[in-house]
């Protein structure tokens, strides 16, 4: 096979006819991702520290230490002083992260060698990756006709062989925060490791309760919470690959740590062994530009977005699945399904996407989206409703 090396010129012209396939964030149709632009700043500082690697940490001590802030500063949001973990892809790696400290550790201190996982059915699907790698059995709680989940449901099935209980603080699907206050009760009480996944919640649940909104509490002030997911490459603008878990105790780290011998750090506890101290790096940049006000205004403005949403689909007939905790809105229509009216959507040119549980249009409303794309989409719905 011929390598021929290709001109600068070219090569960027072929990468830009690809990229024009591509749907923009800028467009303002892409209505169903929790991902978002990441702030300017956020990708300038990201793209000088492309060449750090946090997995040989000692070459890069700068970086890690700026790892070591990034947790600090998470940790100070969500009310833990002394907070230990890592900065990693996303979510998906935070929450198999947790459920492999909550096996190890119940596997070193328990001795139970086939562990148990009770979570609810709006869980991510990243705990099913988790669960299956570990070879786990997951219990399922129910929750009630508002997909809250059923507390009664985690006290009658919590076992001798039950190594953790999650909660989410923003499910995916309906951004609905769990009773995490009754799960730290339980989990303290039954000395079982809780795993709160607020990959979703985290960058604006905290900023929403300092502006006055009435939410639960999800964090560490909570006794019996274990660990945390909270994704920065969110609602915290910084670039994709950008997500972190937080533990309280360093023995969840711990027990999860291998061997890296040829290394200058000689163990590991994250997944992947190189690691892209850019995201540290751009976490702790726009984490400090924008500061607590910053984010504030942010979190405040999506959910104006949300209630405008809200009310202008309900005022075209459209009928809402649950009443919004946060910014995402699912709602159908009263005549056609789901996967129609997606389709119908998408011919019009709106990214929206369709939820598993309950099944219905499920927007996300991120930094991208504003209130002149949701005035458009209303338009459209309303075409839509009268053409049927």
């Known amino acids: 096979m011929e390598y021929n090396p290709i001109a600068k010129e070219e090569i960027l012209k072929n990468l830009e006819n ?46 890690k230490a700026i790892e070591d802030e990034v947790i600090k500063s998470l940790g100070l949001l969500l009310s833990c002083k002394n907070p230990h973990g890592n900065i990693v892809t996303g979510g998906s790696e935070a929450n198999i992260m947790a459920l492999r400290a909550a096996r190890n550790y119940a596997r070193k201190y328990k001795n139970i060698t086939d562990g148990e996982v009770i979570l609810p059915k709006s869980a991510h699907f990243s705990f099913k990756k988790a669960i299956d790698l570990m070879d786990l059995k997951a219990i399922e709680a129910d929750t009630d006709d508002n997909f809250n ?16 209980i999650v909660g989410i603080a923003g499910t995916t699907e309906l951004g609905l925060i769990d009773p995490i206050s009754e799960l730290s009760k339980i989990a303290f009480e039954n000395d079982i490791y809780l795993h709160v996944d607020a990959a979703f919640g985290g960058f604006s649940i905290p900023f929403l309760k300092n502006c006055g909104y009435d939410l639960p509490e999800f964090d560490f002030s909570l006794k019996g919470v274990s660990s945390i997911t909270i994704d920065p490459h969110k609602m915290g603008l910084a670039p994709i690959p950008s997500g972190c878990i937080l533990f309280r105790k360093k023995e969840y780290l711990d027990v999860i740590a291998v061997d890296s011998p040829y290394l200058t750090t000689k163990k590991q506890s994250t997944l992947v062994g190189t690691r892209l101290g850019a995201s540290a790096a751009a976490t702790l940049a726009i984490m400090d530009y924008l500061g607590g006000e910053g984010y504030e205004k942010r979190a405040v403005e999506l959910m104006d977005n949300t209630n405008f949403l809200k009310e202008s689909l309900v005022n075209e007939g459209y009928i809402l699945t649950v009443e919004p905790q946060l910014n995402i809105v699912s709602f159908n229509h009263p005549k056609i399904g789901a996967d129609d009216l997606c389709s119908k959507l998408k011919k019009k040119g709106w990214m929206v996407s369709v939820s598993s549980y309950p099944i219905a249009i499920r927007i996300v409303l991120m930094n991208h989206i504003k209130k002149s794309h949701l005035e458009e989409l209303i338009v459209d719905l309303k075409e839509i409703n009268e053409n049927i």
Request: charged fraction near 25%; aromatic fraction near 12%; hydrophobic fraction near 30%.
């Open 18 to 63: 690809f990229q024009k396939k591509d749907y923009k964030y800028e467009d303002g149709r892409i209505l169903g991702s929790m991902c978002t632009s990441a702030h300017p700043f956020s990708k300038e500082v990201f793209n000088n520290f492309l060449d750090s690697n946090l997995g040989d940490s000692g070459l890069f001590k700068g970086t």
């Open 149 to 164: 989940l059923d507390i009664d449901f985690i006290k009658n099935n919590i076992s001798d062989k039950t190594i953790a």
